[in-house]
């Protein structure tokens, strides 16, 4: 934890729950004034790590008595939990905080950021000299930290003063108390663990999180079962290798810590619950039990999302993947027969530096063979710090380009047609709310996680009074007979069960 500062300071529970009462005697005394309760608005870039994190943010700070606001434009305090992972990522936190220079006047709002840009020099550097009407600024994960930014900052007052920098401590904590609210009830996020070991050498994540360090067993499963019991039907174990999860306790004198493949059973056995679903699974640390719980328990999602990243053996042992294409293709068909129609998703990144023509050709063979149902595709992207950043070759950009639209134009047909295979079906469907695109039509998951829109009237009602049939709640389970397929979403009708 904070390898990198030798006095990080670790915020205890004790010093958590007195700045939130700072904190909190603030929010009301603002209510008293105002008449209203202050605000707070969340922007989160990155991965489902980060999705959780700001909701333990949100959760924090309703505790102290903060309202969400419609848009940062209207609130109190506005956070940034910031992502590294791809130059996009950056480039798009950037562009939002100079986007509230204009509307920020006599310290209002109240601005701050943390996650993994945080945990990098560089960033935090730029952040305080570029921004410095940035209030506070903190690491990732480090959640814990919020009461006391704010309490330092309301503390100083609204006159010109330098960012609080908490970057040096830590709010790590393993504990089930910490308030969250969560985007979807329906849908909770549970982090197993977090960091990484792998060090993949195009990846920033294991300098922005750290070593892998995983949850107690039992406070895992006390958040999932406390969740289930609060109306959630799926819960997402999250975790950058969920196959290597407790391998750190194990290390540490804890010889019988349970595998991935026990947690995940045991969450499947949690009474109410639809589906467990996980997140990721390096292929290189895929056991032949998790397989076997995979193929077993009907609860566990029927998809994997299984990161490739290349299908050439070469550019593989340059990213330090540690499997071949050939133990890849191994692991599918294990699962394919472990478990009938699953769906495979992965990751895919075109132009590593030194990928030839040949390495990309091998990367569309294992295409070939697996015809993955999803996939997210990414162009290499250099990260300062990891060792493939030294060996970025600039000039082979075009060609990197034009290799990146095949690879996409080939998904593309994988995916219609996986999806394809579907038309006609009828399918159990999770609502998650109004579609994105148009507010008329709902929208949810399959069990083995494609996105359904079908019409329907959406009740707000959590008590789920539905009086006619098209009348859907969130959470609900409902039936859908699929009338149309498209690459990266399905059509259909709500279907009444007799
Ligand atoms: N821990 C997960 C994923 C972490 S990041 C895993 O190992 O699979 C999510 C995805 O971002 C990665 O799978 C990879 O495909 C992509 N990615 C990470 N660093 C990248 C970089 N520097 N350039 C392009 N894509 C990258
Ligand atoms: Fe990054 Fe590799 Fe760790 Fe995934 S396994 S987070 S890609 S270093
Ligand atoms: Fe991004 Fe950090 Fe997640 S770098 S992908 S937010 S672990």
New binding site residues.
């Given amino acids: 934890m904070k390898d990198h500062f030798e006095n990080y300071k670790t915020i205890t529970e004790y010093e958590f729950d007195e700045q939130l009462s700072i904190v909190k005697e603030w929010a009301i005394s603002s209510l008293q004034d105002t008449g209203k309760p202050p605000t707070y608005f969340v922007r989160t870039f990155g ?1 489902q790590q980060n999705d959780h994190d700001s909701e333990l943010a949100a959760g924090i700070l309703e505790e102290m008595g903060f309202r969400l606001a419609a848009s940062p434009e209207v609130a109190d305090v506005v956070l940034f939990n910031t992502c590294s ?2 130059a996009n990522a950056d480039n798009r936190f950037y562009g939002h905080l100079g986007s509230l220079k204009p509307i920020r006047r006599g310290g209002r709002p109240i601005i701050g950021v943390f996650g993994c840009m945080m945990e990098q020099e560089l960033h935090v550097e730029t952040v305080k000299r570029t921004f410095p009407y940035v209030d506070f600024i903190f690491g990732a994960g480090d959640v814990r930290v919020l009461p006391h930014a704010l309490s330092d900052v309301l503390s100083a007052g609204t006159g010109k003063r330098k960012t609080v920098d908490l970057t040096h401590c830590s709010g790590l904590g393993d504990d089930t108390s910490l308030p969250v609210r969560r985007g979807d009830p329906h849908r909770a996020l549970v982090t197993i663990m977090s960091g ?1 070991n ?1 060090f ?1 050498s ?4 294991p300098y922005t999180r750290g070593r892998e360090r995983s949850r107690s067993y039992e406070k895992i499963l006390e958040e999932a079962e406390r969740a289930v019991k609060l109306g959630a039907k799926e819960i997402m174990l999250l975790g ?2 969920v196959n290597s999860y407790g391998n750190d306790l194990r290390k540490t004198g804890i010889a019988d810590a349970p595998t991935f493949a026990k947690l995940l059973q045991e969450i499947a056995h949690i009474d109410g619950l639809w589906a467990v679903r996980y997140m ?1 699974s ?1 292929p290189k640390d895929l056991s032949d039990e998790l397989i076997e719980v995979i193929g077993r328990e009907p609860r566990v999602e029927s998809h994997i999302h299984l ?1 490739l ?1 290349s299908g050439s053996d070469k550019i593989l042992r340059k990213m330090n993947r540690r499997y071949d294409s050939a133990r890849y293709l191994e692991l599918v068909r294990k699962l394919r027969s472990a478990r009938e129609n699953i769906s495979i998703s992965t ?3 075109v132009g590593f530096p030194g990928e030839t023509e040949e390495d990309f050709e091998a990367t569309l063979r294992v295409m070939e063979e697996v015809r993955f149902d999803a996939a ?1 595709t ?6 300062v710090g ?1 060792p ?1 950043a030294d060996w970025f070759d600039e000039s082979q950009q075009d060609i990197v380009r034009e290799r990146f639209m095949r690879l996409v134009e080939y998904q593309n047909e994988c995916s219609l047609a996986s999806n394809r295979a579907l038309e006609d079906k009828v399918l159990d469907v999770l609502v998650d709310g109004r579609s994105r695109r148009d507010d008329t039509v709902l929208s949810g998951r399959t069990h083995d996680d494609r996105l359904v829109n079908f019409t329907g009237v959406l009740r707000e009602n959590t008590s789920c009074l539905c009086n006619s049939f098209a009348d859907v709640c969130r959470g609900d389970i409902v039936r859908v007979a699929i009338e149309r397929a498209n690459v990266n979403s399905l059509d259909g009708r709500l279907v009444k069960d007799d």
Wanted: proline share 7%; charged share 10%; with cysteine.
């Fill in positions: 991965c992972v791809r990484c792998n993949c195009y990846c920033i994540v950058q290798n990721t390096h990161p990243q990751d895919l990144i997210f990414f162009l290499y992207s250099p990260r990891t493939a």
